[in-house]
């Protein structure tokens, strides 16, 4: 059975990669000037290590999305923030460029 041809799987998403996004975007804005890389293989890679330490969260529909934002105004919203600042601090620690 091939999955791919019998079923729309665009309309999953992770809403999680949605609310680091919009996070590091206010991060980011906010240290302006600070002397941190914001290239995009830095930006990427502060997004990727923000992702792959808070929990996903997959929907299918527009309820789904409701409800993942709705969890993001509180506990998982501090625990993206702290991601993201976390990403952040180790990129410009470490970046993958010279």
Do not use: W
């Not at 991060?27 to 002397?35: F, P, T």
């Not at 502060?46 to 105004?73: D, I, W």
């Amino acid at each position: 059975m091939a999955l791919r041809e019998n079923y729309d799987f665009s309309i999953l998403g992770n809403e999680a990669e949605h609310l680091v996004i919009s996070e590091l975007e206010r991060q980011i804005e906010a240290l302006d000037g600070q002397g941190i890389c914001f290239c995009q293989d830095c930006v990427l890679d502060m997004a990727c290590l923000a992702l792959n330490s808070v929990k996903p969260f997959y929907r299918v529909s527009l309820l789904g999305t409701m409800y993942a934002h709705a969890q993001g105004e509180g506990e998982y919203r501090a625990e993206i923030a702290k991601a993201v600042e976390a990403a952040i601090a180790k990129v410009h620690a470490s970046p993958s460029h010279d």
